[in-house]
């Protein structure tokens, strides 16, 4: 599948807004590892999150091993803010269509890292368990050291701190191909 075969692909699904990047441009950092840590609810609960993740090194290492990846960016401003949860599913279940077609295609090392923690299910598993969804089942860009505010940067994208959970929010998705 050739670039503009996944740019129709992309846009088919609903993920218009996107640029191709090199993945060494990926920005990764231990801080990263210790905001989950020591901040995040997910933290040792998920299957898929921190401390059940690669090492920030493997993580490295792991993304050096592509030649290619895209970044999505999707916004939304919601009213409530418990809203987000659903949203950010729907939104992870459709970035699993993408890796899904895109690995049909024969890019058979597709990658996607979810705009969030996975949360197809109302509770995970967690560690340990028997995932229920385990080839639906992705880590979000945090969950692998990403520092997405540096790499979204890096792609041309403007983020910012979000000040209240009413504000415009905005999430990235990365997608890993060769």
């Not at 993580?59 to 919601?78: D, K, M, P, T």
């Not at 090392?109 to 995970?124: G, L, V």
């Not at 385990?134 to 403007?158: I, M, N, Q, W």
């Amino acid at each position: 599948m050739d670039r503009k075969s996944m740019e129709r692909l992309f846009e088919e699904h609903g993920c218009g807004d996107f640029k191709f990047f090199d993945p060494r441009d990926i920005v990764t950092g231990q801080w990263v590892r210790m905001k989950c840590r020591f901040g995040c609810h997910h933290y040792g609960k998920g299957a898929l999150c921190p401390p059940n993740a690669p090492s920030v090194a493997e993580c490295r290492e792991f993304f050096g091993e592509y030649g290619e990846a895209v970044i999505f960016h999707f916004s939304r401003r919601l009213d409530d803010p418990e809203q987000r949860h659903e949203w950010s599913r729907s939104i992870n279940r459709i970035l699993q269509k993408v890796e899904r077609a895109v690995f049909l295609s024969g890019k058979y090392r597709a990658f996607m890292m979810f705009i969030d923690p996975c949360n197809f299910c109302e509770e995970c598993v967690g560690p340990g368990g028997d995932c229920r969804e385990p080839r639906a089942a992705r880590p979000s860009p945090e969950g692998l050291a990403v520092d997405v505010f540096s790499t979204a940067r890096k792609c041309g994208y403007d983020i910012q701190v979000l000040k209240e959970y009413t504000d415009e929010m905005n999430r990235f998705a990365i997608l890993l191909v060769e």
